[in-house]
T-cell receptor, first 109, second 116 residues
Framework: GQSLEQPSEVTAVEGAIVQINCTYQ??????LSWYQQHDGGAPTFLSY????GLEETGRFSSFLSRSDSYGYLLLQELQMKDSASYFC??????????FGKGTRLSVIA | DADVTQTPRNRITKTGKRIMLECSQT?????MYWYRQDPGLGLRLIYY???????NKGEISDGYSVSRQAQAKFSLSLESAIPNQTALYFC???????????????FGPGTRLTVL
């Protein structure tokens, strides 16, 4: 089976950089995905890493280390609108995506 | 128009009532899912369907049933609602494409269900 661990809450200052970590245990590994969910909204896909290294998309970057079963989401130049919950997730072929319990990010002025 | 729609968006019902939540999608995806979200517990999978003839139980299927009426429609039923089924329910779709791909999921707006 799969399990994922991520911090439950993170607080950071507007304009700063924050890193949200995710460790996983899986029986078969294809890659690590990240989703964002604002309060009252639906989760939306942010990024996917199939290979080791850093993937950058604007202010957001995602990193994967397959040997360490570890990844992180990096948010730069934080804005108030980045306050949301962030979920890591692991796809595994013929079974559905497994989500972590989510990290609630609060951006403060 | 939204690609994944859910009806109703909000529902208040009483213990013992039968409730159906409906999901429709225009993305043409084969895979559809029902999730439940409770504060601090993340997204928990209730049922999933990889095509019209395929139905599978998820992590927390007890007390729920589903029907895949067509590729585009996937309904969730609570046969006899109880208060601890009060939660936010999401439908999602995905199209795995090549094996080992991201299986990116596209979520509907959610249904907030309250069972009194």
């Amino acid at each position: 089976g799969q399990s994922l661990e991520q911090p439950s809450e993170v607080t950071a200052v507007e304009g700063a950089i924050v890193q949200i970590n995710c460790t996983y245990q899986t029986s078969g590994f294809y890659g690590l995905s990240w989703y964002q969910q604002h309060d009252g909204g639906a989760p939306t896909f942010l990024s996917y890493n199939a290979l080791d290294g850093l993937e950058e998309t604007g202010r957001f970057s995602s990193f994967l280390s397959r040997s360490d079963s570890y990844g992180y989401l990096l948010l730069q130049e934080l804005q108030m609108k980045d306050s949301a919950s962030y979920f890591c997730a692991v796809p595994s072929g013929n079974t559905p995506l497994v989500f972590g319990k989510g990290t609630r990010l609060s951006v403060i002025a | 128009d939204a690609d994944v729609t859910q009806t109703p968006r909000n529902r208040i019902t009483k213990t013992g009532k039968r409730i159906m939540l409906e999901c429709s999608q225009t993305k043409g995806h084969d895979r559809m899912y029902w999730y439940r979200q409770d504060p601090g517990l993340g997204l928990r999978l209730i049922y999933y369907s990889f095509d019209v003839k395929d139905i599978n139980k998820g992590e927390i299927s007890d007390g729920y049933s589903v029907s895949r009426q067509a590729q585009a429609k996937f309904s969730l039923s609570l046969e006899s609602a109880i208060p601890n089924q009060t939660a936010l329910y999401f439908c999602a779709t995905s199209d795995l494409g090549l094996a080992g791909g991201t299986d990116t999921q596209y979520f509907g707006p959610g249904t907030r269900l309250t069972v009194l």
